[in-house]
Nanobody, 122 residues
Framework: QVQLVESGGGLVQAGGSLRLSCAAS????????MGWFRQAPGKERDLVAS????????YYADSVKGRFTISRDNAKYTLYLQMNSLKPEDTAVYYC???????????????WGQGTQVTVSS
């Protein structure tokens, strides 16, 4: 079993940056594809970005391409999401999750964190 704990959320003005972290509890982290999802009030939870276990392939939702960067440090069992040029529409609870492939369906049965709130003011 893998426990995931997100951190780094907060309140930021539009155009600002935040870096989210997701700390995993054990070595199994190294074997999983990992992803960041977000859920805004009244909306579905959507995949924002994902990265293979080696970090050699990534996926980004169109809405964040060129602004967000996903990365991982397998030695530290940690996943990151660097978010730049933030917009009010990026406001959501952000979750990290483990999966078996880059597409959203591959995370359905994975491990999930509790989420961290990101609020972008205009």
């Amino acid at each position: 079993q893998v426990q995931l704990v997100e951190s780094g959320g907060g309140l930021v003005q539009a155009g600002g940056s935040l870096r989210l972290s997701c700390a995993a509890s054990g070595r199994a982290f190294r074997t999983y594809t990992m992803g960041w999802f977000r859920q805004a009030p009244g909306k579905e939870r959507d995949l924002v970005a994902s990265i293979t276990y080696r970090g050699d392939s990534t996926y980004y939702a169109d809405s964040v391409k060129g602004r967000f960067t996903i990365s991982r440090d397998n030695a530290k069992y940690t996943l990151y999401l660097q978010m730049n040029s933030l917009k009010p529409e990026d406001t959501a609870v952000y979750y990290c999750a483990s999966g078996f492939g880059l597409d959203p369906v591959n995370f359905r049965d994975g491990y999930w964190g509790q989420g961290t709130q990101v609020t972008v003011s205009s």
